[in-house]
């Protein structure tokens, strides 16, 4: 069984920085691609970044590309690092794992953690 746990969220004035980290337990986290996705109020929830098993591949969405940062250690963790960040990135954020390859639609990913929230003031 793996478990996702994040952490790193909070309260933020625009223009700010916040870095996320996901620890991932139980076995062969470096099988797992990992993704980050957010879910706003009354939205759906969305694809941030992806990273592969590697670390080699990763993929932003147009909106956070050149402020996000996806990367991931060799033990268990996967971080997101948040720059410039904007009103309209509040949301909680989510960590996610599948099994090999990337994927980039939430019905690709096997588990999820619980969520982080995220609040940008303007």
């Known amino acids: 069984q793996v478990q996702l746990v994040e952490s790193g969220g909070g309260l933020v004035q625009a223009g700010g920085s916040l870095r996320l980290s996901c620890i991932v337990s139980?076995?062969?986290?470096?099988?797992?691609?990992m993704g980050w996705f957010r879910q706003a109020p009354g939205k759906e929830r969305d694809l941030v970044a992806v990273?592969?098993?590697?670390?080699?591949?990763t993929y932003y969405a147009g909106s956070v590309k050149g402020r996000f940062t996806i990367s991931r250690d060799n033990a268990n963790t996967v971080y997101l690092q948040m720059n410039s960040l904007k009103p309209e990135d509040t949301a909680v954020y989510y960590c996610?794992?599948?099994?090999?390859?990337?994927?980039?639609?939430?019905?690709?990913?096997?588990?999820w953690g619980q969520g982080t929230q995220v609040t940008v003031s303007s």
């Open positions: 996610a794992a599948t099994w090999g390859g990337v994927g980039y639609r939430t019905d690709t990913y096997d588990y």
């Open positions: 139980g076995r062969m986290f470096k099988n797992y691609a």
């Open positions: 990273i592969s098993r590697s670390g080699d591949v």
